[in-house]
């Protein structure tokens, strides 16, 4: 599939929006997948490219805080491990199975984040008490985590936030340097599986990674930077965004 320079620019700059939004609450796969399905890209293409490009973002925060050490690996190895695993059975089952009952429940459930966090303005402030041990919450929720960004994928980031903050008591900052961690383990496994069916367009795939890894690390900045002055309107702004577009998508809205 060739595409103009024109157009390459501009999945560039969507790339480059999505990963420094990602970054921060979540969400760069509202901006990315329209885009490029916009090119005419069939959609499994167009999910195996994004795939790519979203990797490459992932992979630029989780470096940036790895550098500053906001995230201890050997603490979390087996939370990856499972999650990885996780993505790998989500990824091959939603080959052959159907994810509309997911679609018309996710609004709600993205939308249901949104309002936990602007009605719990301290949720995230500090660390709190660790409900659960790492193994229980690899086992119970980051093999979910995993199947469901293998499976289907939108709002990942943004559950994997919610999850360290009420169950591993994380502050805001700290759970979205795990979450990007987390959710760049699954994007792997994800795009490994997308490789061997051939479902990536490389030119393009590669063209957005370029905009994908400024983004994001210039996101994961501005949450070292700023904290929870960033993070909690952010997640709420996109949970809602994220709503509104998974909603009409649906066809709720007749106009």
């Not at 490219?49 to 087996?78: C, D, H, M, P, W």
């Not at 499976?151 to 795990?178: D, E, I």
């Not at 994007?187 to 367009?201: E, K, Q």
Request: positive net charge; aromatic residues 12%.
């Amino acid at each position: 599939m060739e595409l103009g320079i024109d157009i390459l620019a501009m999945l560039f700059a969507a790339a480059f929006i999505a990963a420094f939004i990602d970054a921060i609450a979540g969400g760069g796969g509202l901006i990315t997948i329209p885009a490029l399905l916009m090119t005419g890209m069939p959609p499994a293409m167009a999910l195996g490219t994004n795939k790519l490009q979203a990797f490459g973002g992932a992979l630029s925060a989780s470096i940036y805080f790895l550098r500053k050490r906001a995230v201890n690996l050997s603490e979390f190895s087996f939370i990856l491990l499972v999650i990885f695993i996780g993505s790998v059975i989500g990824t091959l089952l939603i080959q052959s199975l159907d994810a509309s009952l997911i679609k018309k429940g996710l609004p709600f459930l993205i939308l249901a984040i949104g309002l936990y966090f602007l009605f719990t303005p301290k949720l995230g402030e500090s660390d709190r008490k660790q409900r659960i041990s790492y193994a229980v919450f690899a086992l119970c929720f980051g093999s979910l985590l995993g199947f469901y960004d293998g499976f289907f994928g939108p709002g990942t980031g943004s559950l994997m936030n919610l999850a360290c903050v009420t169950l591993l008591g994380f502050n805001l900052t700290k759970a979205t340097a795990h979450a990007k961690v987390m959710n760049l383990t699954s994007n792997l496994a994800s795009l490994i599986f997308f490789l061997i069916g051939g479902h990536v367009i490389w030119t393009v795939g590669l063209v957005m990674m370029a905009g994908s890894l400024i983004g994001a690390n210039l996101g994961a900045k501005m949450v070292m930077a700023k904290g929870k002055q960033l993070i909690r309107p952010m997640v709420v702004i996109m949970s809602f965004i994220m709503t509104i577009k998974m909603a009409y998508d649906q066809g709720w809205f007749h106009f």
